[in-house]
């Protein structure tokens, strides 16, 4: 691989570190600032509300100005919001704490570009495979954001200010990496404007359709069920949190590590029969998990819906390459991250009250409709022109 798909691979690593991070301790310093019980997790949706509301301006920023300075200077902004965080944890500053994480999540829609600049930068072949690459940073930032908590237990006097204090060298790190590994100009830079089709002609295409609902679907049913998962394994089950902190793990590792093949699979076997294969996991994941609610259905249910992302998101990251030329790839981009960031967001934000009113089950079966969905418009389209 080019040495530009390893440096982003490093930099994702090192910046995607904030939302694991988040995940792991937002809830904890939320319950610590403020007495609201209600609010506690209010910093972990914040973080997924900025990352949907900054998809669409990070594209058309990266159209206007380039990548190179786009991405050199959000990790700058990272690295102000994490030191603001910091500050925020020192001072029990509840709102300034959540403003940051919120900022977190606008430094997150901008990391999500760099599948597009790795992708674009090998031959049209072999994009699949570099998309799938980009998901296995995911793996090092889920070790290394919980990981910046032991700074917490290090430095007792600062607490969780001392975690984001390191997470803002994390930010630099990943600055100095794309300083080296980007090249200098513009990724747009020598494209015809006049080469644009209009957006109506662009959205006529159904296999633009379908990669977008792949890559949603991945996100809004993973994040739907995952969300709600240790909830209902304690709260409505009575299981231990270490039981579920397990299943989130393995669950974890089930959506990134089948990058290694992942990407190799679409050569071999085509867009058509990844999605459709994703499919069939996720189906299998929604019988497993409501069939019972054992500690193994969770946990089989959770390592398959992984697995199903996994197929899901990189079947349509791929086939979304297909679907426009270079003057239009940040606005078909952008485009594509606010359908599945969106989705991202009201999947995470709607799961917890959904549990609680209508049970496991219930929620299982409210994803069937989005799935269905998918799968008439995979039937729909012919496999021959969803060739690699």
Known sequence: MPALIWGLMLAQALALSAAPLMVFAGGIIGSQLQSDPRFSTLPVAAMIIGTALAVLPASQLAGRFGRRPLFLFSMVFGCCAAMAAALSVYLQSFWAFTFSALCFGAVGAVVQQFRFVAMA????????????????????????????????????????????????????????????????????????????????????????????????????????????????????????????????????????????????????????????????????????????????????????????????FVAGTSLLSQCYRPAEATRVQGINDLGVFGAQAVGALASGAVVLLIGWQGLLLTTVPALLLLLVMLLRMPRTSLSV
């Open 121 to 312: 930068a090998v031959p049209a072949v072999q994009t699949p495979v570099v998309a799938a690459r980009l998901l296995l940073a995911g793996i090092v930032s889920a070790f290394l954001g919980p990981e910046l908590t032991r700074l917490a237990t290090w430095l007792p006097h600062w607490g969780f200010a001392a975690s984001f204090s390191g997470l803002a060298l994390f930010f630099i790190l990943a600055a100095g990496v794309l300083w080296w590994f980007m090249p200098q100009q513009n990724v747009t830079q020598g494209v015809q404007r006049d080469d644009s089709r209009p957006l109506a002609e662009l959205l006529q295409q159904p296999v633009l359709w379908l990669a977008m609902l792949s890559a949603a679907c991945a996100y809004g049913v993973m994040a739907y069920i995952m969300t709600a998962t240790p909830l209902s394994m304690t709260q409505g089950m009575g299981y231990e949190l270490s039981d579920a902190k397990w299943v989130i793990q393995s669950h974890i590792a089930a959506m990134f590590l089948p990058s290694l093949i992942s990407g190799h699979l679409i050569r071999w076997a085509g867009h058509w029969w990844m999605i459709m294969t994703g499919l069939t996991v996720m189906a299998a994941c929604l019988i497993i998990a409501w069939f019972d609610q054992t500690i193994f259905h969770y946990w089989l249910g959770l390592v398959l819906l992984g697995l199903g992302w996994n197929l899901l």
